[in-house]
């Protein structure tokens, strides 16, 4: 590592620990946001900010090139009632950094902004640089990324910072919720009845249950459709004339959000409205450029299971960062220093493979 990516290294650290000790929940960003255009300024990086979406373009912007996206988030869910340690309270015991935000997504975002910063000078790449540092990830909310891409120029290929363990995920699961109803025959309790809604839902559960999706994707595998909630009934003598449910429905990459809904509204023995539709799969071809770039250090490609801010984007994109996945939203939320440093250097490793001439 040279000296200068130690250093660069050094600033993404420190940067994160005062991430860490401000409160951003989703929708609660601004502060955040000062302190990201704060740090690439302190690099003489000019940067532009829309809500609480921070961004800015490589020095050498060029609209005949392609442009590669950087993308990670620094809003946090709540901390949960397990916590032992301070949220906001950024320390290091045994290699491990803690506090709020983290492993998700905080390393993978100061990781990115080193490597942007690393990068933002060269005249002489074939790819454009944009990094946004977005808010409301965590909420989907509506001034997420989803938000800030009208403003940005043609985006080709993205990188999406996420807890990886820097191996490359290659496709990632879609979400669609489905509320769904069983209508029956409302009715006294004392009367008889042969469309009780609730003995009708036995029936649709066992549905749900069995039915599986013909395509199956080579990195997500099957879809995985699940029953979530189920409520009816308001008075205990009274057979209630529906009964409401939940339906969770994880998209592989084989179809798109409005097929999966289109199958279940004909299929289904029930009433079903989807939520959303844009909460789409996402993939990116496993022998473009970029991944062979990651593959050629070592990394290993997968299917993830988890949603991110790739479902607002229409290109194609890799979900990668350093930290662990499941250690996202836990009590006592850490990343290890060293995969930080791991993670800038394999960033900016893989980047030197795909956008240096």
Not at 42 to 56: D, M
Not at 139 to 152: D, I, M, R, V
Not at 259 to 287: F, Y
Request: with cysteine.
């Amino acid at each position: 590592m040279s000296h200068n990516q130690k250093t660069l290294t050094e600033k993404a650290i420190a940067l994160l620990k005062e991430l860490i000790s401000i409160q951003s929940f989703s929708g609660e960003e601004d502060k955040t946001a000062d302190t990201i255009q704060n740090w690439l300024g302190g690099f003489g990086i000019k940067t532009e900010r829309q809500v609480n979406n921070v961004f800015a373009f490589n020095q050498h912007f060029d609209a005949s090139k392609p442009t590669l996206l950087l993308n990670s988030h620094h809003d946090t869910v709540k901390p949960n009632t397990a916590y032992t340690k301070d949220p906001f309270h950024p320390y290091v015991e045994d290699g491990k950094l803690y506090g709020l935000g983290s492993n998700d997504a905080g390393g993978c975002l100061v990781s990115l902004l080193a490597t942007f910063v690393h990068f933002y000078h060269r005249d002489d790449l074939n790819h454009n640089i944009i990094i946004a540092a977005t808010a409301e990830e965590e909420s989907a909310g509506p001034n997420s990324l989803l938000s800030l891409l009208p403003n940005l120029p043609e985006i080709d290929v993205a990188i999406v910072g996420e807890p990886t363990l820097m191996d490359l995920a290659i496709a990632e699961k879609g979400l669609i919720v489905f509320d769904a109803v069983v209508e029956g025959t409302p009715s006294h309790a004392a009367h008889p009845n042969d469309d009780n809604s609730i003995y009708n839902t036995i029936e649709v559960l066992e549905w749900f249950k069995n039915y599986h999706f013909e395509k199956t994707s080579e990195a997500l595998g099957e879809v995985k459709m699940t029953v979530t909630q189920i409520s009816a009934g308001k008075q205990h003598n009274v057979v209630p004339a529906h009964v409401d449910m939940v339906v969770d429905v994880r998209v592989n990459d084989r179809y798109s959000n409005a097929e999966i809904a289109e199958l279940l509204q004909k299929e289904a023995p029930c009433e079903m409205t989807p939520r959303s539709l844009r909460l789409n799969s996402s993939a990116i071809d496993p022998n473009h450029n970029l991944v062979k770039s990651g593959l050629a250090l070592g990394r290993k490609t997968y299917g993830s299971p988890t949603l991110s801010d790739q479902a607002a984007l229409s290109c194609q994109s890799l979900k990668l960062g350093p930290g662990d996945s499941t250690r996202s939203h836990s009590a006592d939320e850490y990343i290890f220093v060293h995969e930080i440093e791991e993670g800038i250097d394999l960033y900016i490793k893989i980047l030197n493979g795909f956008i240096t001439a």
